[in-house]
């Protein structure tokens, strides 16, 4: 009992070589990851959400999914107003960087209705776009971008509702629309790679939840060059805010673009723009 | 001189014996005498919520020889109690008058504490106090987690902006805008206070929900720069030379003016407005980042409404 202690005892090494080995193990699995940290093949949701395997399954089926830091959301971190909440998908590092882009869905995982928009690109959208979006709760809101067989897919949380000392969608309630109902506005601003069209429909977009409203909300847009020819569409849901507006990022075009957009009652509404 | 008077002044009015400190939020509520007979009550730099129980703007309060104005009353009537504490503390008369700066409700949820005295606002303030009132209960009991007795918030009467007597007590009243849509701005000449209420934030960042507009905001400051106040109260933030108090508000907002007026002239979203880098000034002053954020959304759709599509602001 009473051998002096060593130093060095037996355990101790053991302990110590087993906290090295374990830093070294962690250093082997790290450095992958890390050095392809852009592209994340494993199934685990960065976001942590319970409803990712559901809509992953129901909106992009048994195709590859990879979570990819190329595709950027942007959002504030807290919807200030829930019922206008700016989004912004921007992902033209991916589209760069191979294949032609040729699907974005985006979806906010705790909405009522979930799908927010299916973007199809085609032969003169680029890979980026912006609107204002509906939050029914603080959620994750995912953006799928489809190259070649692959989802890359990107996202971000939104806390709920802020307010402070004031109350969030008083003031700026979209209520106007009765007056200026089917008013299709849009701008072109052009530089030598894109040409940004800035487009705002005035439309209540009522998704049919509340009762004794039924749904009245624009089904889709379309881009058609200067022949009529479609050159990119955008199919969107009533998650989209009252008075949708967009910023949709095209080819440059000489001519400019026309955009068309219907909705579920049949209205049809249309703008052309030119540089 | 009139600096000078402040150690002296406890003794001008007669308030009762130093007492037990008012407690609000488990924290003590304390007046701080900025002119002779003239106290405020700063609020958290903060904003509300579940642990400053809603106390995030300023009160101030004027022992008169008929009576104590209050200036604004707090976000409940459960404060506006241990306002009224704390004001008995100072001055032996009771509020008879309550002015409430305008229609947010840490400015005048408090005033059912005050149920003997007169409370006062612009007919502008009080319709818009009429047309939020029902969604800014909902707000304050949601963000501070606590219950307020709905049917005692009760909306003030009205008055007109000029020159006013309260008791024997003149003060003048400006109508302004800026802020909320119907911001009071009191101007005492006694003293040479000026009270501002949100009109003027210091050292924490303006709320722009309601404003009509920035520069309208603005051009109204550069009217009360007229006045040749020797100290200002912002509804949020401490008392300090209106110039101060002006400058500081000001610089955000025409900073914040032009930046929303930049991304819209080039047809970007807000989230490219949110995307800019804060400028030094403003990152020292408390709640810039979550207030920036909030009047980016907020105010983006009406410069871009202005700017592109040409609807009248
Ligand atoms: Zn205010």
């Known amino acids: ?275 | 001189m009139k600096t000078r008077f402040l150690a002296g002044l406890a003794l001008l009015t007669t308030p009762l014996a130093a007492s037990e400190p008012v407690m609000f939020c488990e924290r003590p509520l304390t007046a701080q005498p900025i002119a002779e007979n003239t106290w405020m009550v700063e609020g958290l730099r903060e904003e509300l919520s579940t642990s400053n129980c809603g106390h995030i703007g300023n009160q101030a309060f004027i022992a008169t020889p008929n009576g104590t104005i209050l200036i604004d009353s707090g976000s409940s009537p459960h404060f506006g109690e241990a306002l009224k504490t704390l004001i008995a503390q100072h001055s032996s008369h009771p509020v008879r008058w309550v002015l409430n700066t305008h229609h947010h409700p840490d400015h005048f949820f408090g005033n059912a504490a005050f149920d003997e005295a007169e409370h006062l606002t612009l007919a502008s303030t009080r319709a818009l106090m009429a047309r939020d009132r029902e969604a800014l209960i909902d707000n304050i009991e949601r963000l501070t987690g606590r219950n307020l007795a709905r049917s005692h918030i009760a909306l003030p009467d009205t008055i007109e902006a000029g020159e006013v007597t309260l008791g024997s007590y003149p003060l003048m009243l400006y109508a302004m805008s800026g802020h909320s849509g119907g911001d009071l701005v009191i101007m005492d000449h006694s003293t040479d206070v000026l009270f501002l209420g949100d009109m003027g934030f210091y050292q924490r960042a303006a709320a722009t929900a309601h404003s009509p507009g920035l520069q309208q905001w603005q051009e109204e400051l550069n009217e009360l720069r007229g006045l040749n106040a020797r100290i200002a109260v912002p509804g949020h933030g401490p008392s300090a030379p209106p110039e101060t108090v002006f400058d500081q508000t000001a610089h955000y907002l025409a900073w914040l003016d032009q930046h929303l007026s930049d991304v819209a002239n080039e047809g970007l979203g807000a989230n490219h407005a949110l995307a800019v880098e804060i400028p030094d000034a403003f990152n020292t002053i408390a709640l810039t980042k979550y207030e920036f954020t909030r009047s980016v959304v907020q105010l983006y759709p009406r410069y871009e409404a202005r700017l592109l599509w040409g609807t009248p602001q």
């Open chain 1, 1 to 275: 009992m009473a051998t002096p202690t060593p130093i060095i005892t037996l355990q101790r090494l053991a302990a110590a070589l087993t906290a090295f080995l374990a830093a070294f193990i962690w250093l082997i699995f790290m450095l992958p990851s890390t050095a392809l940290a852009t592209v994340n093949t494993a199934e685990q949701d960065p976001l942590n959400s319970f409803m990712w395997p559901v809509y992953r399954e129901r909106f992009l089926g048994d195709a590859t999914v990879v979570f990819d830091e190329r595709v950027i959301v942007n959002a504030p971190e807290f919807a200030e107003d829930s019922g206008q909440v700016p989004i912004e998908l921007d992902a033209s590092e991916l589209e760069d960087s191979g294949e032609p882009i040729t699907d974005i869905i985006a979806w906010v995982d705790l909405n009522p209705i979930p799908r927010l928009f299916h973007y199809s690109p085609m032969s003169h959208g680029l890979a980026k776009l912006s609107l204002n979006i509906r939050l029914e709760q603080a959620s994750a809101v995912r953006v799928a971008v489809k190259q070649g067989d692959t989802w890359h897919v990107g996202g971000t949380y939104i806390e709920a509702e802020g307010g402070g000392c004031t109350t969030p969608g008083i003031a700026g309630a979209d209520n106007d629309w009765e007056n200026t109902f089917g008013e299709l506005q849009g701008r072109l601003f052009a530089n030598e790679s894109e040409q940004r069209l800035r487009v705002r429909l005035s439309h209540p977009m009522d998704s049919g939840l509340i009762p004794s409203q039924p749904a009245f909300y624009v089904q889709s847009f379309e881009l058609l060059d200067q022949q009529g020819q479609q050159v990119a569409a955008l199919d969107i849901e009533a998650s989209v805010s009252a008075n949708p507006t967009l910023g949709l990022h095209m080819r440059p075009s000489l001519e400019g673009y026309v955009i068309g957009a219907r909705d579920n009652n049949g209205n049809r509404f249309s703008i052309g723009l030119q540089p």
